[in-house]
């Protein structure tokens, strides 16, 4: 069973910055995406960033030029650095490897942010 180890979270005020860091025991397969979810009290856990074997990255439309994700393969650690963070990113953010072998999950990170 792969681990995916999460750390970074906690409480910011609006227009602030926090990175969130996911570490990897191992990598399940040759081709991979990883990415970062996040889901806020009573609504549905959506993709907030993802990136993909050879570099490709996606975001959600709400947190686009103020979120980046990116990857340290040497330490098989994935990041996603927020700026301009609002009220509304406030979720339990969840790390996310999706392999041909199987989906595997960090245990989340509250993120919080108010003033």
Known sequence: ?????ESGGGLVQPG?????SCAASER???FYMMGWYRQAPGKQRELVAGISTGGSTNYADSV??????????AKNTVYLQMT??????????????GTAYGNYW????QVTVSS
Not at 16 to 20: A, P
Request: proline share 2%; charged share 20%; net charge positive.
């Open 28 to 30: 399940t397969s040759r």
């Open 16 to 20: 602030g910055s926090l990175r969130l």
């Open 1 to 5: 069973q792969v681990q995916l180890v």
């Open 106 to 109: 960090g245990q989340g990170t």
């Open 64 to 73: 686009k030029g103020r979120f980046t994700i990116s990857e340290d393969s």
């Open 84 to 97: 301009s963070l609002k009220p509304e990113d406030t979720a339990v953010y969840y790390c996310h490897l």
